[in-house]
């Protein structure tokens, strides 16, 4: 099914169910120039169904996959993207308060583009089968999503606009504060046009302009002044109309930017966040160009939506709200974070980019036995019910490119059950809780905060439960490349053991003089491994006390509260007399006796 116009707006709305129910295998393939939006289930009974969900296939980055509703494909893939072709991911999918579960029975699903979640609860991606398992891919980032809501209101000024959009909230960062909404990505600007559907009119947004002196074009710079955007680190102050506000930075024109009377292009300038502007925007009325303009003395100091049929971004001023050109406004609301699941069996997970970018997701788990690769950050926080942690309970190898922020805890592997082939943590990693690790093979991490224990495990080390952690010449490797810290109080605050190697590569400099691994007041840290002729030590580890030689798993000289390294190894010393006497006096090495 493929819907197309002149005017590039057309979309398909799915508000019936689809449900396969005979035939061999088949798939559905929906594609609009604007939004592919599915209200209720598209369920196969009889074999596979692959579905395709294509929108923007204009590739104007404008219209975006909208589901809000379950999805069974029995065995089919499912993929959705947006742009020229499906895989070109120019906006994404938003999964909506009626989707709980993608469940494939064995396919595939690709996701191209970005991802926002704005299920309250928790959205499953299940692709695990009885015969195989498919793999689950997102090309783009992963975050949850708030909700949108259009008020038409005549004859309402920004600043009026503003005060009735927040109402009673606090109209920042808290759940359930309201806003003028703020876009922030190619999917959140989709969504909210997606709201703004039928309107003719402009709507006001909660971005601000500031204002030049001799009313040009160039070196202007625009701002969110709403919203959590108001209150983020590095927020700006920017007087407008007398008005101080701040805000984040997403827009600066530069500073000889000319207003092209053709409006065939945008205004030039740097995008430090994300922009969509009408060709010829934003232009501050024409600039010194069109100082003969009935309206020249008020400049265009705010953001509205929905110019022309793209539904694009416009500079405007109050004057445009008596003459019609602006009707009312749109009003975010913060959601509470969401939940996400990947369940792909023995299938491969893939974020190419960040997870809980632009805003973070309430908790995120990932359980499989193949490869996981996160190419950004992950940023979980709790929120109403949501615990903040981060699981990866896989079986293959770990890697995660990016910075690993949870409010919760930050798990991969289990201590008991599935261990990851190797894990490699390229950027640091910082929890409110626990931070483990537990793997069959390498470890390699770049720092790690924590607020409770870290517990860092390799090739079957173990150090409870009177289980042997023997010698051995296997390559499982723990590699420190940035220093740990542990909150915790307790003995076994921060605990390494592999039967392999250990190496502490972390330095000090001369604003950093602590010690590799530090934990709360009273709390201490173990390294177990198999010898300490394959392990590399650094000069800031010092445990302070003795070591523990030929650990069994049950000794007793394990000191509960003090620093120690244990190792399995056993050393031997031999001394050899080579006939020599001495009835008194201190026996020397080399005085006829070596050792």
């Given at each position: 099914?493929?819907?197309?116009?002149?005017?590039?707006?057309?979309?398909?709305?799915?508000?019936s169910a689809?449900?396969?129910?005979?035939?061999?295998?088949?798939s559905?393939?929906?594609?609009?120039?604007?939004?592919?939006?599915?209200?209720?289930?598209?369920?196969?009974?009889?074999?596979?169904?692959?579905?395709?969900?294509?929108?923007?296939?204009?590739?104007?980055?404008?219209?975006?996959?909208?589901?809000?509703?379950?999805?069974e494909?029995?065995?089919?893939?499912?993929?959705?993207?947006?742009?020229?072709?499906?895989?070109?991911?120019?906006v994404?999918?938003?999964?909506?308060?009626?989707?709980?579960s993608?469940?494939?029975?064995?396919?595939?699903?690709?996701?191209?583009?970005?991802?926002a979640?704005?299920?309250?609860?928790?959205?499953?991606?299940n692709?695990?089968?009885t015969?195989k398992?498919?793999?689950?891919?997102?090309?783009?980032?992963?975050?949850?999503?708030n909700?949108?809501?259009?008020?038409?209101?005549?004859?309402?000024?920004?600043?009026?606009?503003?005060?009735?959009?927040?109402?009673?909230?606090?109209?920042t960062?808290a759940?359930?504060?309201?806003?003028?909404?703020?876009?922030?990505t190619?999917?959140?600007?989709?969504?909210?046009?997606?709201?703004?559907?039928?309107?003719?009119?402009?709507?006001?947004?909660?971005?601000?302009?500031?204002?030049?002196?001799?009313?040009?074009v160039g070196?202007?710079?625009?701002?969110w002044?709403?919203?959590?955007?108001?209150?983020?680190?590095g927020?700006?102050?920017?007087?407008?109309?007398?008005?101080?506000y701040?805000?984040?930075?997403f827009?600066?024109?530069?500073?000889?930017?000319?207003?092209?009377?053709n409006?065939?292009?945008?205004?030039s300038?740097?995008?430090?966040?994300?922009?969509?502007?009408?060709?010829?925007?934003?232009?501050?009325?024409?600039?010194?160009?069109?100082?003969?303009?009935?309206?020249?003395?008020?400049?265009?100091?705010?953001?509205?939506?929905?110019y022309g049929?793209?539904?694009?971004?416009?500079?405007?001023?109050?004057?445009?709200?008596?003459?019609g050109?602006?009707?009312?406004?749109?009003?975010?609301?913060?959601?509470?974070?969401?939940?996400?699941?990947?369940?792909?069996?023995?299938?491969?997970?893939?974020?190419?980019?960040?997870?809980?970018?632009?805003?973070?997701?309430?908790?995120?788990?990932?359980?499989?036995?193949?490869?996981?690769?996160?190419?950004?950050?992950?940023?979980?926080?709790?929120?109403?019910?949501?615990?903040?942690d981060?699981?990866?309970?896989?079986?293959?190898?770990?890697t995660i490119?990016?910075?690993?922020?949870t409010?919760?805890s930050?798990?991969?592997?289990?201590?008991?059950?599935?261990?990851?082939?190797?894990?490699?943590?390229?950027?640091?990693?910082?929890?409110?809780?626990?931070?483990?690790?537990?793997t069959t093979?390498?470890?390699?991490?770049?720092?790690?905060?924590a607020?409770?224990?870290?517990?860092?495990?390799?090739?079957?080390?173990?150090?409870?439960?009177?289980?042997?952690?023997?010698?051995?010449?296997?390559?499982?490797?723990?590699?420190?490349?940035?220093?740990?810290?542990?909150g915790?109080?307790d003995?076994?605050?921060?605990?390494?053991?592999?039967?392999?190697s250990f190496v502490n590569?972390?330095?000090?400099t001369?604003?950093?003089?602590?010690?590799?691994?530090?934990?709360?007041t009273?709390?201490?840290?173990?390294?177990?491994s198999?010898?300490?002729?394959?392990?590399?030590f650094?000069?800031?580890?010092?445990?302070g006390?003795?070591?523990?030689?030929?650990?069994?798993?049950?000794?007793?000289?394990?000191q509960?509260?003090?620093?120690?390294?244990?190792?399995?190894?056993?050393p031997t010393?031999?001394?050899?007399?080579?006939?020599?006497?001495?009835?008194?006096?201190?026996?020397?090495?080399?005085?006829g006796?070596s050792?």
């Open positions: 099914v493929e819907a197309q116009d002149t005017n590039a707006v057309s979309s398909i709305v799915v508000n689809i449900n396969k129910t005979a035939g061999n295998d088949a559905l393939t929906l594609t609009a120039q604007r939004d592919v939006v599915v209200n209720a289930k598209i369920t196969s009974g009889a074999n596979a169904l692959d579905i395709n969900l294509h929108a923007d296939s204009d590739g104007d980055s404008l219209g975006a996959e909208v589901v809000n509703a379950d999805t494909t029995n065995g089919g893939s499912f993929n959705a993207g947006s742009g020229t072709n499906i895989s070109d991911g120019t994404g999918t938003y999964f909506g308060t009626g989707a709980s993608i469940l494939t029975n064995g396919g595939a699903v690709n996701l191209y583009g970005d991802v979640v704005g299920s309250a609860s928790n959205l499953e991606i692709t695990k089968g015969d398992s498919g793999d689950i891919t997102v090309t783009g980032n992963v975050y949850s999503a909700s949108y809501n259009v008020v038409e209101e005549k004859n309402l000024t920004w600043e009026e606009a503003k005060l009735a959009a927040q109402g009673t909230t606090g109209g960062t759940v359930g504060d309201k806003y003028l909404a703020t876009i922030t190619a999917l959140e600007n989709s969504i909210v046009n997606a709201s703004t559907s039928g309107k003719s009119e402009e709507l006001f947004v909660g971005g601000v302009g500031s204002q030049t002196s001799d009313h040009s070196g202007r710079s625009f701002y002044v709403t919203g959590p955007e108001s209150a983020a680190k927020a700006e102050s920017v007087t407008v109309n007398g008005n101080t701040t805000g984040t930075k827009y600066e024109t530069d500073a000889k930017a000319t207003y092209d009377k409006m065939k292009t945008e205004v300038g740097t995008t430090t966040g994300y922009s969509n502007w009408h060709t010829g925007e934003p232009n501050n009325h024409g600039g010194t160009d069109y100082k003969d303009k009935t309206d020249y003395k008020t400049q265009q100091t705010y953001v509205a939506v929905g049929p793209a539904s694009k971004w416009d500079d405007v001023a109050n004057t445009e709200v008596t003459d050109s602006v009707e009312g406004y749109i009003v975010e609301t913060n959601q509470e974070n969401s939940g996400l699941t990947l369940n792909a069996g023995s299938g491969t997970v893939t974020i190419s980019g960040n997870v809980g970018s632009s805003k973070a997701l309430g908790s995120f788990n990932i359980n499989n036995t193949g490869y996981v690769t996160i190419g950004g950050n992950i940023t979980v926080t709790d929120m109403a019910g949501k615990t903040g981060a699981v990866i309970n896989s079986a293959g190898n770990v490119g990016g910075t690993v922020n409010a919760g930050f798990t991969i592997g289990s201590a008991d059950d599935q261990k990851a082939k190797t894990v490699t943590l390229d950027k640091g990693v910082v929890t409110g809780g626990d931070a483990s690790v537990y093979g390498n470890i390699t991490t770049n720092g790690v905060d607020g409770g224990k870290i517990t860092l495990v390799s090739k079957g080390g173990t150090y409870t439960g009177g289980r042997t952690l023997s010698e051995s010449t296997d390559t499982g490797t723990i590699t420190l490349n940035g220093k740990l810290h542990s915790s109080t003995a076994d605050a921060v605990i390494i053991a592999t039967k392999g590569k972390t330095k000090n001369e604003t950093d003089t602590t010690a590799a691994i530090t934990t709360g009273g709390g201490s840290w173990k390294i177990y198999a010898t300490p002729y394959s392990d590399t650094g000069t800031n580890l010092n445990s006390t003795y070591a523990v030689w030929h650990y069994d798993g049950t000794s007793d000289a394990v509960k509260d003090s620093n120690q390294y244990i190792f399995a190894y056993q010393l031999t001394i050899t007399a080579n006939d020599a006497t001495q009835h008194s006096g201190t026996i020397s090495v080399g005085n006796i050792a």
